[in-house]
C-alpha cells in the first residue's frame, strides 16, 4: 500500500516537472471527441447485436431445414431394401394373385417413401453416365471399359442421397480407369 502512495506522488512530481520542463502533455479528449468514440462504440455494438440475430435466424433455419437429417438417413436404408426385394422379383407372372397383390402392396410403399422423401428436400443422387464426383461418389472399384470415357461412372453399387444441399449418403459407384 504504502509503495502504491510513494508511485502516485512519484507519478505526481514527475508530471509536474514535465509541466515546468516545457515536455509534450497528453491532453485528455475534448467533450466532442468523447462524445464521437462513444458514438462510434455504440454503432459498433448495434452491428454486432444486428450479426449476431442475422446468424441466430440462420443457425435457426438450418436447425428446422435439417432436423430429420438422421431420420431420413435411416428410411434411406429401408427403401434401399424394399428396391432390393422387388428388383428380386424374377416371374411376375407366374405368381399367384395374392403374391401380386403383396407385391403391389409393396411398391406402394416405396412409392409413398419416395413421395415423403421429396417433401422433406430428400433426393437420389443419379450417378448414371456422369464423371465421377468425390463431393457426390464414393469409388469403390476401377474397372477397365473401352467403350466408356476415363474417370466416368460405369455402374452403381448403391444409390446416394442428399438433403436439400448437404449429402446424406454418397453414391457407392464403380469408375473406368483412366
Known amino acids: 500500500m504504502i509503495d502504491d502512495n510513494q508511485q502516485t506522488e512519484t507519478l505526481e512530481i514527475d508530471a509536474d516537472r514535465s509541466k515546468a520542463d516545457g515536455s509534450p502533455q497528453i ?3 475534448t467533450l466532442e471527441e468523447q462524445l464521437i468514440a462513444m458514438k462510434d462504440q455504440w ?6 447485436c444486428e450479426n449476431l440475430r442475422r446468424r441466430f435466424e ?9 432436423a430429420a437429417t438422421q431420420f431420413a438417413r435411416d428410411m434411406i436404408g429401408i427403401t434401399d431394401f424394399l428396391e432390393k426385394a422387388l428388383e428380386s422379383i ?3 407372372e407366374t405368381l399367384s394373385d395374392s403374391m401380386k397383390a403383396f ?13 415423403a422423401f ?6 437420389k443422387v443419379d450417378p448414371d453416365n456422369k464423371t465421377f464426383n468425390p463431393n457426390l461418389h464414393q469409388a469403390m ?9 476415363p474417370g466416368k461412372i ?6 446416394g442421397y442428399t438433403m436439400h444441399d448437404r449429402l446424406l449418403r454418397p453414391s457407392l459407384v464403380s469408375v473406368a480407369k483412366k
Open 43 to 48: 454503432l459498433r455494438s448495434v452491428a454486432e
Open 90 to 92: 424374377e416371374d411376375k
Open 103 to 115: 407385391i403391389e402392396g409393396v411398391e406402394m410403399i416405396k412409392r409413398e417413401m419416395h413421395n
Open 141 to 149: 472399384i476401377e474397372v477397365e471399359k473401352h467403350e466408356v470415357e
Open 154 to 159: 460405369v455402374d452403381i453399387m448403391q444409390h
Open 118 to 123: 421429396d417433401r422433406q428436400g430428400v433426393r
Open 58 to 66: 440462420k443457425e435457426k433455419e438450418d436447425a428446422l431445414k435439417y
Open 27 to 29: 491532453a485528455e479528449p
